[in-house]
């Protein structure tokens, strides 16, 4: 029996204790936010924070969770930061296809709780776990960026140097 | 919430209601047709009666594209798999800008396999070639204007006035002297009106959708971890959903002799083992039940001796002997072999790996198969073949076979396969066990999976004259077909030219008076597939780091050189200029950094790109990069700008690093470590910038692609003075 949290709720578990906490995750608790990207800690997909800190979840054998609590993206918009950080993936229009996203956001947000206002070398250091075959990264950088200072970034919609606004608006008139 | 209560074999026993309660299977309903409010019906072209191969036994048909709730909200069905490319987003806005309604109601939904869907130009159900946008230009804003016109012509009946004198203005119709009705109290009196046959669309002066900057209808649940993909299907969708994990053969074109499965008997939650000549699956209530017992599987394969070991290195050999012959002609242009003339020569050999798709979510298929019918579920960019593939094995008229189209975490091209290999796989899986099963390849096999960007070698002789123009270009490409042996093969070759192997250059801008591009097509000894932007990943690295090398020999600037090659071709240059000014081209790049250009037109569209680039400690380092696209006529700048980032991301990350190498049959890459793809700490500063002026729009999910690792290549000569002829780049 392994006891343990998950968003804040108590959770029992006969199990077998090797079991990657992501698959207590995905096949039993049903929370499929957190992504099957590679099995090996490799690619940040299946990151959710274990007592506040940025784990791999597949490579994570349920039984290292006993008696600490996890965070998954189901609920890290409970916290502020996290508020925030989803908010500015919003604003910066970061998504593609998506399945990575969960993990860039909680390593996203396990940065900003402890580095508030984290340079472009610090975001590297931090977020180079996560792949996204998508190529999010200038929007995910950005997006971190505003999550630490709201008003500081300028949000996607107007991008300072790109698909100039007006321009494709006017097309063809 | 009660988990011991949901059979799964390796439960958690009681625990509090930890997880909010979804409403059930509201998923699976999404697609049906919903009753109450009104429900449009469009069959446009005229391919087809039906959106869902059903019949329609309601008066009013089954909608293909709209659907006008009474509270007025818009739901869009989206014909095209949303595999990131923004399809969600830029198709509603094609029928929001002709309806008038407000875009805060409009909802998207991924459209099932059905006829009405068809892609115009190919007959069939398919995302790819760069497309979703183009083939629905005029088809999805004439659903739109189709749309207005009714719910005009229903207020009009209501209020005993004439449509003329009606305006629609964000899902409003007003009426003279101040009438007002919203789009959901007249979308039941629409439906019963006649489908209007001819309507105007708007002239882009007009458009107030069109061409704004428009963010993501699909994010919000993609920032929460709702959205739902493939892989995320569980028995709250689909009730006594089991899991299954596949035991491929190790080597390409391995058959099972024989195996060993009495170690999964003491194993919990392993259901049924499934064997046949290419796998064996195992079958559990969940991912590591299966995975547990897939480790613990013992299998002997065989392959036939007498067939080749698909070696790369072989490969790369007789794929260079081959080019130093001739090849079957392609394109010739004036007398080539007036290149032995030149002043200055150039005689260089390219060569190209294989590559890996390694799109983020890895294949998975489910399928619920029920005797008289069956349902599948997956992120297919091929639902057309796809249906038809899996109504093949599983013994079902098509009809009968509902391919629910689920978003998909990447793709590029790997979902697109004219075999449709994972999808019959898990249908001869569902098949045999008879309950619903959800097929999980993992990262190693989805790596190993067997499909392949094909290795390709390029031969180049080309020089210039003592005035520095190019005398001759004499081109030998020499790689396998990607479509020979399959359905498109008709479609795709010609006179024994496979049109991916030689696009981007049999069909160059480059005014090159004396011309030839060859083609050597050797056996197909590797499954190959089409890889964003599919031909062009590896000609336009050869045109364009060749074309640089000319101008050197010239002595002349990269740009102005390709510009005097480029008169007939005005927006290929227009595109390379405004790459060259945005770049600051001709400026001194920053300390310990040079540039270098490349322009390739694809897909419809043309891509310039400046790389800035460093060496550091011989590490190729891309610090920016200053991208210029004509893609025709911008629906949504935002996804736009992003698709290019996304093309440069994946071109670069295949320049960097991408390689697949087979021994002995065997591939040899598993996952990220050995197939390493471009981390957030290696992606340049991406600038893009549109040329404007389009008419109708053009292809942007790939065209971005071809031109990065050139652009790249040319500025490591810039730097180094080393040109590279071989990727993955090594400096």
Redo the contacts between chains.
């Keep these: 029996m392994i006891r343990f949290k998950?968003?804040g709720?108590?959770?029992?578990?006969?199990?077998?204790p090797e079991?990657?906490l992501l698959?207590?995750l995905?096949?039993?608790?049903?929370?499929?936010?957190?992504?099957?990207?590679?099995?090996?800690a490799?690619?940040g997909?299946c990151t959710v924070h274990l007592d506040g800190q940025p784990i791999r979840s597949c490579s994570t054998p349920v039984s290292a969770c006993a008696g600490k609590n996890v965070t998954?993206?189901?609920k890290i918009?409970a916290s502020a930061v996290g508020k925030r950080v989803?908010q500015a993936?919003?604003d910066a229009?970061?998504?593609?296809?998506?399945?990575?996203?969960?993990g860039q956001?909680m390593s996203a947000v396990a940065l900003l709780n402890t580095n508030k206002n984290p340079s472009d070398a610090d975001?590297?250091?931090a977020?180079?776990?996560?792949?996204?075959?998508?190529?999010?990264?200038?929007?995910?950088?950005q997006a971190i960026k505003m999550a630490a200072s709201p008003s500081a970034a300028a949000p996607?919609?107007?991008?300072a140097?790109?698909?100039?606004?007006k321009?494709?608006?006017?097309?063809?008139? | 919430m009660d988990f011991s209560k949901m059979n799964l074999a390796q439960g958690i026993d009681t625990p509090v209601a930890a997880v909010a309660k979804p409403s059930r299977r509201k998923f699976l309903q999404s697609s049906a047709v919903l009753g109450g409010g009104l429900v449009l019906g469009f069959y446009l072209p005229l391919r087809d009666r039906l959106a869902h191969a059903q019949p329609a036994t309601k008066a009013v048909p089954p909608n293909a594209f709209l659907r006008i709730g009474k509270d007025g909200s818009v739901t869009v069905q989206v014909k095209h798999l949303e595999f990131g490319q923004g399809v969600m987003t830029s198709l509603p806005m094609l029928v929001a800008e002709e309806l008038g309604c407000d875009w805060t109601r409009v909802k998207s939904e991924l459209a099932p396999a059905g006829a009405a869907y068809a892609h115009t130009m190919f007959g069939m159900q398919m995302t790819g070639g760069s497309s979703s946008v183009v083939n629905s230009w005029d088809q999805l804003r004439t659903v739109g204007a189709q749309a207005r016109t009714m719910l005009v012509q229903a207020a009009a009946n209501q209020w005993k006035v004439k449509p003329e004198d009606c305006q629609v203005d964000n899902g409003m119709i007003l009426g003279p002297g101040g009438k007002k009705l919203g789009f959901g109290a007249v979308a039941d009196a629409a439906a019963k009106l006649p489908v209007p046959e001819k309507v105007t669309l708007k002239p882009a002066s007009e458009f107030k959708v069109i061409g704004k900057p428009t963010k993501r209808i699909d994010a919000p649940d993609k920032v929460n971890g709702k959205a739902k993909f493939g892989m995320d299907l569980t028995t709250k969708d689909i009730p006594n959903l089991h899991v299954a994990l596949v035991l491929h053969a190790p080597m390409l074109n391995g058959e099972l002799e024989s195996m060993n499965a009495d170690k999964l008997k003491s194993l919990p939650g392993i259901t049924h083992v499934v064997q046949s000549g290419r796998f064996v699956a195992v079958v559990g209530k969940s991912y590591w039940s299966a995975k547990k017992g897939r480790d613990a599987l013992e299998a002997k394969w065989w392959v036939d001796p007498k067939a080749p070991k698909p070696d790369s290195a072989r490969l790369k050999r007789e794929y260079s002997q081959a080019a130093a012959k001739p090849g079957k002609v392609a394109k010739k242009v004036g007398d080539p072999a007036l290149v032995k003339t030149a002043a200055k020569s150039v005689v260089a050999e390219y060569d190209f790996p294989f590559l890996a798709h390694a799109a983020m979510e890895p294949l998975n298929c489910t399928v619920h198969y029920k005797g008289d019918s069956a349902e599948l579920w997956v992120g297919s960019q091929f639902q057309t073949p796809d249906q038809g593939a899996a109504a093949k094995v599983l013994g079902l008229p098509p009809e009968k076979v509902k391919l629910n189209t689920m978003i998909a975490g990447g793709g590029f091209g790997r979902r697109a396969n004219p075999v449709s290999d994972y999808i019959v796989e898990a249908c001869e899986i569902a098949k045999e066990v008879k309950v619903p099963v959800k097929v999980i390849w993992t990262r190693e096999d989805d790596m190993k999976g067997g499909y392949y960007r094909p290795a390709y070698v390029h031969r180049v002789e080309a020089g210039v004259d003592a005035a520095g123009k190019i005398a001759g270009w004499d081109h030998h490409i020499v790689g396998q077909s990607i479509v020979a042996g399959t359905a498109f093969e008709g479609f795709l070759v010609k006179d024994g030219i496979d049109n991916t192997s030689v696009e981007g250059v049999a069909d160059t801008p480059y005014d090159i008076p004396n011309f030839q591009c060859a083609l050597t097509t050797p056996t197909k000894e590797v499954t190959s597939l089409w890889w964003r932007s599919v031909g062009h990943t590896h000609t336009a690295f050869v045109m364009e780091t060749m074309i640089d090398e000319l101008a050197a020999a010239a002595k002349a600037d990269p740009v102005a050189f390709r510009k005097s090659l480029l008169a007939k071709h005005p927006r290929v240059l227009k595109t390379l200029e405004l790459a060259a000014e945005k770049s600051g081209w001709g400026k001194a790049a920053p300390a310990g950094r040079a540039r270098g250009i490349a322009v390739h037109e694809s897909f419809g569209s043309v891509c310039a790109q400046v790389a800035e680039v460093s060496v550091e400690k011989g590490q190729i380092r891309v610090h920016k990069v200053v991208a210029a696209l004509d893609c025709g006529l911008v629906v949504n700048p935002l996804t736009v700008e992003a698709q290019v980032q996304s093309a440069i991301a994946y071109g670069l990350s295949a320049a960097l690093h991408g390689a697949i190498t087979l021994k002995d049959g065997v591939v040899e890459q598993s996952n990220f470590h050995d197939y390493p793809v471009l981390r957030g700490n290696e992606m340049p500063l991406v600038e893009v910038h549109l040329v404007p002026g389009g008419q109708k729009p053009t292809g942007v999910g790939e065209p971005g692609t071809p031109p990065i690792a050139p652009a790249v290549a040319n500025a490591v000569f810039a730097l180094t003075g080393k040109r590279v002829r071989s990727l993955p780049m090594k400096v």
């Design positions: 998950v968003n709720e108590p959770i029992q578990a006969s199990i077998d079991t990657p698959w207590v995905r096949d039993n608790l049903q929370l499929t936010g957190t992504k099957f990207g590679c099995g090996m490799l690619c997909a998954t993206i189901e918009g989803q993936w919003l229009d970061v998504v593609q296809c998506g399945y990575c996203q969960s956001i975001i590297d250091a977020m180079s776990g996560n792949i996204c075959r998508c190529g999010t990264y200038n929007r995910v950088k996607a919609a107007a991008p140097k790109a698909a100039p606004s321009a494709p608006a006017k097309q063809g008139a």
